[in-house]
């Protein structure tokens, strides 16, 4: 099964700064889709952005952006101009190609200070 | 309703007693996904439903679980005879038929469980 590793339990930023969260995997597929979702406290996951394994191009909306190293099996995320409303839990999640079901890390408690 | 909506948002029952979540998806949404996140095990996918086509519950963590989804929109997760391990947030996803991996998944707020 593929494992996915937040190893940041939490992290703080400033306002207006910029952080970023690191997510590593594992597997030996090469059709795989990655996620970044965020979950405040009312719960509900939110989408923050995907990239697909066959794709170079590292995706961007927005603030958020990531930093995709195929061969290194990193999939970290950069939230530039941090604002207090980015604090919440963010985690990143594998989906196989081939797959459906989500495999999510552990997650990163992001604490925004003004 | 514009996104996925579950209820009860909060349920609290004894030990031993049967509990019935629900889960209503994006209208037009053929697939739906139960997942299950607790302190002790994180995000764990439970089962998944997609149109038609037999479920899989390869997640589902005892026979005690079980789903249903009705006219391929609204799913119910059982829990019988609880056990206080059963204690988690259970999130239901929603998303549009599988399309080379395009799809988003489509969180609810989840239903907060807690069993005494």
């Known amino acids: 099964a593929q494992t996915v590793t937040q190893s940041q339990p939490e992290m703080s930023v400033q306002e207006a700064e910029t952080v970023t969260l690191s997510c590593t995997y594992d597997?030996?597929?090469?059709?795989?889709?990655l996620f970044w979702y965020k979950q405040p406290p009312s719960r509900q996951m939110i989408l923050v952005i995907r990239?697909?394994?066959?794709?170079?191009q590292n995706a961007t909306e927005n603030r958020f952006s990531v930093n995709f190293q195929k061969a290194a099996k990193s999939f970290s995320l950069k939230i530039s101009d941090s604002q207090l409303g980015d604090a919440a839990m963010y985690f990143c999640?594998?989906?196989?190609?081939?797959?459906?079901?989500?495999?999510f890390g552990k997650g990163t408690s992001l604490l925004v200070t003004p | 309703g514009a996104g996925v909506s579950q209820s009860p948002s909060n349920k609290v029952t004894e030990k031993g007693k049967d509990v019935e979540l629900r889960c209503d998806p994006i209208?037009?949404?053929?697939?739906l996904y139960w997942y299950r996140q607790s302190l002790g095990q994180g995000l764990e996918f439970l089962i998944y439903f997609q149109g038609n086509s037999a479920p899989d519950k390869s997640g589902l963590p005892s026979d005690r679980f079980s789903a249903e989804r009705t006219g391929g929109s609204v799913s119910t997760l059982t829990i019988q005879r609880t056990q206080q391990e059963d204690s988690a947030v259970y999130l239901c996803?929603?998303?549009?038929?599988?399309?080379?991996?395009?799809?988003?998944?489509?969180f609810g707020p989840g239903t907060r469980l807690l069993v005494l």
């Open positions: 990239q697909e394994a066959y794709k170079q």
């Open positions: 209208s037009g949404h053929t697939a």
């Open positions: 999640a594998y989906r196989s190609g081939s797959g459906y079901a989500l495999n």
């Open positions: 597997t030996s597929e090469s059709d795989y889709y």
């Open positions: 996803a929603s998303s549009p038929e599988l399309a080379g991996g395009q799809e988003t998944q489509y």
